[in-house]
C-alpha cells in the first residue's frame, strides 16, 4: 500500500483504485507543507547502487546495446533489400509486419523466465539474436530473409522484456526509472552505431549483408552473462520458497483478477506508445531516400545523427520519472512525440533543415520509451513479473506495432506520400497521453511490492 505521505488525501475505492477525497484549503495547505517520509527500502532493495549494480548495468546494457544495433539495421537497410528483392512499397509493409510477428513469438520464451531464472534465459536470447541476425547476411530472397529476421525478433524483444525485468529487481526504488532509462539509452545507441556503419558498408561489395554479418558480435557476450551476473535477490528467494520446484506453465495467470486490469492498462500503453515510436524506424531511410532523393551516405549522416539525440533524451527522462513522477512524464511524452513525428516526416529543404527535424523528432520520440517500460514491471509480483513483460512487450501489446508498418505502406499508396501516412501514426501518441491521465497509477519512490500490491488491491506479498 502507498505509504501515509504520499497518499494523504487517496482513499481506496471498491473497485480498488485511488481515488481523491474532497479537503479543506486549511488541509491541502497542512498536507502540501509537510515533508513526505522516504519509501522504507524492500528487503531485497540495497540502501544505494553498489559496485555489483553498475556491473550489472554494464553487462545487461552491453547487451542491449547489440540487440538495439540488430534491431535497427533493417530499418536501415529496408530501400535496399527492397531493390535487390525486387518488392513494391505495399510488400515492403507486409514483410515488415510479418517479420514484426516475431516480436509476439517472444512471448513464449519470456514467460520462461518466471519458471527457470531472469539470468539464464538472458543468456539464451542474447546467443539467439546473434546467431539469427548473422543468418540473415546469407539470405537469398524474401522468404529466407524473413525467416531469419522473425526468428531474430523472438530473441531480440525477449531479451529487452528480460533485461528491464532484471534491472527493476536489482536497483532500488528511487533508482529504478533512470536504471531503466540507462538500457533504453544502451538500445538507441545500437541503433545510432548502426546508422553510422551504414554509408561505409554500402559503400563496400557486400553492401547490406555486411550490417548483419556484423550482428553476430553479440555471441560474445554470453561468456560475460554466464559468469558476470547473478541471478536477482527476488527470483531466488520465490525459488527457494518453491522448493526448487518448477512452477507450472501458466501463460493466462497474469489475465486473473486483481492484475487483469493493470495488464489491459499496460498492453494499451505499450501499444500506442510501440506505434507510434516504431513508425520512424520502419519508414524513415525510405522516406529519405524515395521522397527526399538521399543518397546512401546521407541517409546515413541524417539517420545516425537523428539517433544520437536520443541519448540524452532517454536519460533525461528517466531522472526525471524519478524526480516528477510517472503521469508528468506519461502525458507529455506521448505528445511530444507525436509533434515529432510529423515534423519529422513533413521537413523539406536542405540535408541540414531535414536533419534537424529528424533530431527534434527523436528526442521528442524516444522521450516517450522509458514511461512504459517503467510501468511494465512495476504493478506485478515477482512470480508474474516475466509473464506480465511478456504479455506486455511481446504478445498482445505488440499488436499496434505490428499492424503499423503495413498500415503506414498502404496508407502511403493512398496518400501517395510515405511523408503523409507515418504522420498520421501521431494520433497514437494522442491516445496514449490521455490513457496515462486517465488511467494509470502514480509509482514513483514506491517499491516493487508496494507498486505491485497497491495496484492489486491486497496485502503486500514478498516473492
Not at 539464451?124 to 529476421?149: C, E, K, N, S
Not at 520512424?280 to 525510405?286: C, M
Not at 520519472?321 to 502525458?331: A, M, P
Not at 499508396?413 to 494520433?427: H, K, N, T
Request: net charge positive; aromatic share 10%.
Amino acid at each position: 500500500m502507498p505509504h501515509a505521505g504520499a497518499r494523504a488525501a487517496l482513499l481506496r475505492t471498491p473497485r480498488g483504485r485511488w481515488a481523491r477525497t474532497p479537503e479543506s484549503r486549511a488541509q491541502a495547505i497542512t498536507r502540501k507543507r509537510a515533508v513526505t517520509p522516504p519509501v522504507a527500502p524492500a528487503p531485497f532493495d540495497a540502501p544505494g547502487v553498489t559496485g555489483y549494480h553498475r556491473h550489472l548495468l554494464a553487462a545487461v546494457a552491453a547487451s542491449t546495446f547489440f540487440e538495439g544495433f540488430d534491431t535497427a539495421i533493417l530499418g536501415l537497410v529496408a530501400p535496399y533489400v527492397a531493390r535487390d528483392f525486387g518488392l513494391t512499397t505495399e510488400r515492403l509493409g507486409v514483410m515488415l509486419s510479418v517479420i514484426g510477428i516475431g516480436a509476439v513469438l517472444a512471448l513464449a520464451v519470456t514467460m520462461q523466465a518466471d519458471r527457470f531464472g531472469r539470468r539464464r534465459l538472458l543468456m539464451y536470447t542474447v546467443a539467439g539474436y546473434g546467431i539469427a541476425t548473422g543468418l540473415t547476411a546469407l539470405a537469398q530472397g524474401p522468404a529466407d530473409f524473413m525467416l531469419w529476421q522473425l526468428l531474430g525478433r523472438v530473441f531480440l524483444f525477449a531479451e529487452v522484456a528480460i533485461a528491464i525485468v532484471v534491472v527493476a529487481e536489482e536497483i532500488a526504488a528511487h533508482r529504478r526509472g533512470l536504471a531503466i532509462s540507462l538500457l533504453i539509452a544502451a538500445h538507441i545507441a545500437g541503433g545510432v552505431a548502426s546508422a553510422f556503419v551504414l554509408g561505409p558498408m554500402m559503400g563496400t561489395s557486400i553492401g547490406w549483408r555486411g550490417m548483419y554479418a556484423l550482428g553476430l558480435a553479440p555471441v560474445l557476450l554470453v561468456v560475460v552473462l554466464r559468469f558476470g551476473i547473478r541471478e536477482p535477490p527476488r527470483f531466488t528467494a520465490m525459488d527457494r520458497k518453491r522448493g526448487g520446484v518448477r512452477a507450472p506453465l501458466a501463460p493466462f495467470a497474469v489475465w486473473r483478477a486483481p492484475y487483469r486490469r493493470p495488464l489491459v492498462l499496460c498492453i494499451l500503453l505499450f501499444g500506442l506508445v510501440g506505434a507510434l515510436v516504431a513508425t520512424f524506424p520502419s519508414f524513415y531511410a525510405y522516406f529519405l531516400v524515395k521522397e527526399r532523393g538521399f543518397t546512401p551516405e546521407e541517409v546515413s549522416t541524417t539517420y545516425g545523427l537523428a539517433l544520437l539525440m536520443g541519448l540524452p533524451a532517454v536519460p533525461l527522462a528517466g531522472w526525471l520519472l524519478d524526480r516528477w513522477g510517472r503521469r508528468v512524464i506519461g502525458v507529455a511524452g506521448p505528445l511530444l512525440g507525436a509533434a515529432g513525428l510529423v515534423v519529422a516526416f513533413n521537413a523539406t529543404g536542405s540535408q541540414l533543415a531535414i536533419t534537424l527535424a529528424g533530431m527534434a523528432a527523436v528526442f521528442a520520440g524516444t522521450f516517450i520509451l522509458p514511461i512504459q517500460m517503467a510501468y511494465m514491471p512495476e504493478l506485478f509480483p515477482t512470480r508474474l513479473r516475466s509473464l506480465a513483460a511478456s504479455w506486455i512487450s511481446n504478445g498482445a501489446g505488440r499488436a499496434l506495432m505490428i499492424v503499423a508498418p503495413a498500415a503506414t505502406g498502404y496508407l502511403a499508396v493512398w496518400f501517395g506520400s510515405v511523408g503523409l501516412a507515418a504522420s498520421s501514426m501521431a494520433l497514437c501518441g494522442v491516445a496514449a497521453a490521455a490513457l496515462v491521465y486517465a488511467a494509470m497509477p502514480e509509482t514513483k519512490g514506491l517499491t516493487l511490492e508496494q507498486t505491485s500490491d497497491g495496484m492489486a488491491g491486497r496485502e503486500s506479498e514478498s516473492t
